[in-house]
């Protein structure tokens, strides 16, 4: 117990004398130059992350499948499958990300003798221009 607490202590000690040498503060220059020329890693995703949406029937009685591709050159982040009215009878299959194309598939399956439409969205990233 006594060598655990003293292995915390000495922990918390280095860790607050690196943030403390490291900081603002500090008394010596150890941190970057204020001005840095170096180019941005990533553009920012403001504007690039986009939503593709596709509708698609389901017929009564009937499995069905949609896909939504993104843009040109995009990459697939997320995607999500929905029914444009709730029926709890109706089951969402499975759900992949697309094989041939960025983007993203749902498979449902409607044993009911009401038809229903499917909403199947992609969020993609564009590229940077």
């Known amino acids: 117990m006594l060598k655990t607490l003293v292995l915390v202590l000495l922990g918390a000690a280095g860790a607050t004398a690196f943030i403390l040498s490291c ?7 150890v ?5 840095c020329d170096c180019p941005d890693a990533e553009p920012p995703l403001a504007g690039r992350i986009v939503r593709a949406t596709a509708n698609g029937p389901i017929e009564a009685n009937s499995p069905a ?6 843009p040109t050159g995009a990459t697939l982040l997320s995607g999500t499958c ?5 029926a709890p009878d109706i089951t969402l299959n499975f759900t992949e990300a ?10 449902w399956n409607n044993p009911t003798n009401d038809a229903n439409t499917m909403i199947v969205t992609a969020i993609c990233l564009v590229p940077a221009e």
């Open 23 to 29: 900081s603002d503060d500090a008394p010596d220059d």
């Open 82 to 86: 929905a029914l444009e009215e709730n």
């Open 98 to 107: 697309g094989t041939d194309l960025p983007g993203f598939v749902c498979g």
């Open 31 to 35: 941190d970057a130059a204020a001005a």
């Open 65 to 70: 499948t949609a896909q939504v591709v993104c």
